[in-house]
């Protein structure tokens, strides 16, 4: 089925543990991004990619890496894992040029995250 | 001030009303107008799309939208329990290149049987 898949669905980990957060994609989008959706904060965008090679840091980008070796993937690294990670993750991708129906996202079905 | 501005509710209404969402922007350039739908514990999907000014209608859905007072509207006609889900907006610019998309915080709606 063609979309965006994340894996995994749910992760605990202790706080200082690093991990990372898969994302892949199959309808050759140029851009993907990451976001994290807490209450009341709604979606934060963390960081986005236009194309392999080409990453950029979005409003929340500390403590997380990323980056973009095919037009596939999309993985987020949390570097030493904190409390305030703790979050709903989405990855999100679009063809982001064309007809204006291709500027919308395709968002993945998301990541729990908690860090004890 | 955060460019785009939803109220987040939560909205409870009864089987088979009209549902009003509704969102305000604060940046002229903003040319792409979108509703997602985001179902408890799933990610949200594209429901609706306008491009400028104007009314888009699908099914029980329209979208709508007044540039001159930067206001976008979302109405549900016949709401049904299966239309419990937070409704966020999103918009975009038509400059080139430009590829982010700026969401609202969602609005939570729960229509009752």
């Known amino acids: 089925n063609a979309g965006v898949t994340q894996t995994p669905k749910f992760q605990v980990l202790k706080t200082g543990q690093s991990m990372t957060l898969q994302c892949a994609q199959d309808?050759?989008?140029?851009?993907m991004s990451w976001y994290r959706q807490d209450p009341g904060m709604g979606l934060r965008l963390i960081h986005y990619?236009?194309?392999?090679?080409?990453?950029d840091q979005g409003e929340v980008p500390n403590g997380y890496n990323v980056s973009r070796s095919t037009t596939e993937d999309f993985p987020l690294r949390l570097l030493s894992a904190a409390p305030s990670q703790t979050s709903v993750y989405f990855c999100?991708?679009?063809f982001g040029t064309g007809r204006p129906l291709d500027y919308g996202y395709t968002f993945g079905s998301g990541t729990r995250l908690t860090v004890v | 001030q955060k460019e785009v501005e939803q109220d987040p509710g939560p909205l409870s209404v009864p089987e088979g009303a009209i549902v009003s969402l509704n969102c305000t922007y604060s940046?002229?350039?903003?040319?792409?107008f979108m509703w997602y739908r985001q179902y408890s514990r799933k990610g949200p999907e594209l429901l609706m799309y306008?491009?400028?000014?104007g009314n888009k209608e699908d099914g029980r859905f329209t979208a709508q939208v007044d540039k001159s007072s930067k206001y976008i509207s979302l109405f549900i006609r016949d709401s049904q329990p299966s239309d419990s889900a937070t409704y966020l907006c999103?918009?975009?610019?038509?400059?080139?290149?430009?590829?982010?998309?700026?969401f609202g915080k969602g609005t939570k709606l729960s229509v009752i049987p």
């Open positions: 999100a991708s679009s």
């Open positions: 309808m050759n989008h140029e851009y």
């Open positions: 990619s236009v194309g392999a090679g080409i990453t």
């Open positions: 940046n002229s350039a903003f040319q792409y």
């Open positions: 306008t491009y400028s000014s």
């Open positions: 999103a918009t975009k610019d038509s400059g080139a290149g430009s590829y982010q998309l700026t």
